[in-house]
DNA sequence: GAAAGCTAGGTGACAAAGTCACATACAAAA
DNA sequence: TTTTGTATGTGACTTTGTCACCTAGCTTTC
């Protein structure tokens, strides 16, 4: 149940609703609930039968696979607005879930029981467009990752990571693992790349911090 | 255009159409046709402009990628009854085709012009959700290759392919090479790792083919 | 049926990436 | 200041991919 200040900042953040008939609205106030998920709580682990679906208006989640020897590899991100499409594709097709999601900024989301999130999906038409915008917007980028690591060199896949996050904050804060992770490989493998960077004078880098010196540089990779 | 005798042997192969309501068979015999597609043809490139969505009703289509070595990997395969789930994403986000999509068994196709398919799936509960269910099938196989070549070996991911394959014939006929364009590895590789197989008695080989003697022995690896 | 050509597969040297078992180094907490 | 925890460094080794070239066997062609 979603009182009114709630609804207020919901619908800023979520696009959809501000687009929705009155029908959805009233329907979206009464069977939706607010839950807060601190930063490192996991949303969902690999083989969860999903119960919820969790549409996030604040904060970050981290969606990775990991592997028996411990390497993870992110597989994509999700915020505001966002939802994680993988939950809807369990839900649908009841299946369970085949990653990890944890939260990686502290988020809030509105959570939908699984079983009104599938019938709002063959009632609203709205509904099922934004699902499917999703599902298929995910399709693509997976596919993008099994572009990279199948064919593209760790080197190069380094260069574009820290050039995509440059742009953000430089130098950035960020560890030799948590690279490793990005990415799926490892921390050993990440620290010599980056030492190699180091040398060549493309980045300067201390404990948990590297500095982009030379973009052009990290973008002949 | 679809004639009455077509239209017997599409329905049969398309599942849709029998549960389909009469507005949509109607609409679908005026403005599909039927394409026959020779094996070894590209249906589509990589950042092709999507024309036409095709439905299957025999033979296979392999989906892939391609790496600037020339390196291959197959993210997979459609049949019968099925559709290029890729197509219908590029479809719907006005965006081009992600991979290479080939005919590897003779194929008939069902065409269906974009603008109208992208109708469809706003018009019909039923179309909008085959297309669902197809994309949302894909999302997870993806899911499942990006884990495999994130974190198997590739010796185990050859004797799951080997396993995979004899249980349709044995001793199965395939090369090197196109186990290598499977797994997105290359074929010296894959020549070492049987060649280890073979010495161990777990698979014995020769030209384009290979025979597996010990199922168990390859499983448990 | 011998020569030529094509395709599948073999080989060795090397480079890139992942693994393992430790060794430091730095920062915050006690 | 000592302790504790986290981040990073190192060397030896394995696995995987690359390159350049070789060999074997089957097919075509004259």
């Not at 999906?121 to 917007?137: C, G, H, K, P, T």
């Not at 572009?147 to 260069?159: L, P, S």
């Not at 050993?188 to 980056?194: A, D, G, P, T």
């Amino acid at each position: 149940m979603i009182d009114q200040n709630q609804a207020k900042r919901i619908s800023l953040a979520l696009p959809i609703l501000q687009r929705a008939d009155a029908q959805l609205v009233r329907e979206f106030q009464r069977v939706a609930y607010l839950a807060r998920i601190p930063a490192g709580h996991d949303v969902f682990l690999e083989g969860d039968q999903v119960g919820a679906i969790a549409l996030l208006i604040s904060g970050i989640v981290r969606v990775y696979k990991i592997g028996e020897t411990g390497r993870e590899i992110t597989l994509y991100r999700f915020g505001n607005g966002q939802s994680c499409i993988l939950t809807a594709n369990a839900i649908l097709s009841k299946k369970t879930f085949p990653a990890i999601a944890t939260v990686e900024k502290e988020a809030e989301a509105v959570m939908i029981p699984a079983a009104i999130f599938r019938d709002w999906v063959v009632r609203y038409d709205m509904w099922r467009e934004f699902v499917f915008d999703l599902l298929s917007q995910r399709l693509s980028s997976v596919m993008a990752i099994v572009d990279e690591i199948a064919f593209r060199r760790m080197d190069a896949r380094v260069a574009s990571l820290l050039l995509a996050r440059v742009r953000m904050q430089n130098p950035l804060r960020i560890t030799h693992q948590e690279i490793a992770a990005e990415l799926g490989s490892s921390r050993e493998v990440i620290s010599r790349l980056l030492e190699d960077f180091s040398e060549r004078g493309l980045i300067r880098s201390g404990r948990s911090e590297i500095e982009v010196l030379d973009k052009g540089g990290l973008a002949s990779l």
